[in-house]
């Protein structure tokens, strides 16, 4: 069964579905996204790139602790709320 999402959510949400199809909405807030395969050092710059066009936020790749809050899904979405 899906987790119920908040529009900010279903708007990140959308990166991981184009890239791994619908059934990542399933395991999407459980998983490390890194450990999981689901993000590797390509993603995670598409990923800020993303998050910029649709968020209009910057991600500061070069800092460590941006990194390790990749992840996850909450806590991008912490980074997003910066």
Do not use: C, H, P, Y
């Not at 990542?24 to 993000?39: T, Y």
């Not at 390509?42 to 460590?64: G, H, M, P, R």
């Amino acid at each position: 069964m899906t987790s119920k999402f908040t529009n900010k959510e279903k708007k990140l949400l959308k990166f991981f579905i184009e890239r791994e199809g619908e059934g990542v909405k399933n395991i999407i807030k459980k998983v490390d996204l890194i450990d999981g395969g689901l993000l590797d050092s390509l993603d995670i710059v598409s990923l800020a790139s993303f998050i910029q066009k649709e968020f209009k936020v910057k991600i500061n790749l070069t800092n460590d602790s941006t990194f390790t809050k990749m992840k996850k899904f909450k806590t991008i979405l912490k980074l997003i709320d910066k």
